[in-house]
């Protein structure tokens, strides 16, 4: 799995030195975390509003996404690692999904998915997070605290490739 995410970490520093187009550059990311990485799927996740909505998504349950209800406010039962993720700049990483108490408000999704261990990584602009790319695995306990830090890391860097890439097109 390690290996897996550092050939993501890899194919995405490139997609992000050729890149021309923010959008692009997240689509692109999505499916070399599909491709490469061993997730289920992946998706941009963006603020509208007081929700979270996807922008984009790559691998199986795409269709599930647009039905997800994720909201930003705190005491909003649907809070998840994508909201938490977003508001507080970090990754979060949950590895048991199925058995977690957060997710009650997304039960069906789980269970029609298959869904066990999620990802969220912020993306910032200018300090402020921006979006967050979602990772989803059908595995349990799928990522590792080294797998964490270098999810981090990815975040970080895409976060410096879309601010280089704005400061270049303005």
């Not at 599909?34 to 941009?44: L, M, N, Q, T």
Request: hydrophobic share 40%.
């Amino acid at each position: 799995k390690l290996n897996q995410l550092y050939a993501v970490v890899s194919h995405s520093g490139r997609a992000i030195n050729r890149a021309e187009d923010a959008r692009r550059l997240l689509k692109e990311i999505c499916d070399i975390a599909v491709r490469d990485g061993g997730f289920d799927s992946a998706w941009v996740a963006t603020v509208v509003g007081a929700s979270v909505k996807a922008v984009y998504q790559a691998g199986e349950g795409g269709r599930f996404i647009d039905e997800l209800d994720v909201r930003q406010e705190d005491s909003s039962p649907g809070l998840g690692p994508t909201a938490q993720a977003i508001k507080i700049g970090r990754v979060a990483c949950h590895n048991d999904i199925h058995n977690d108490a957060v997710f009650q408000p997304w039960k069906s999704f789980i269970e029609e998915t298959g869904v066990r261990s999620v990802a969220s990584l912020p993306i910032r602009l200018q300090d402020e997070s921006a979006c967050a790319i979602v990772l989803y695995s059908r595995a349990s306990n799928y990522i590792d605290p080294e797998m964490a830090e270098l999810l981090q890391k990815l975040a970080e860097d895409i976060s410096q490739g879309l601010a280089h890439l704005k400061a270049e097109t303005g």
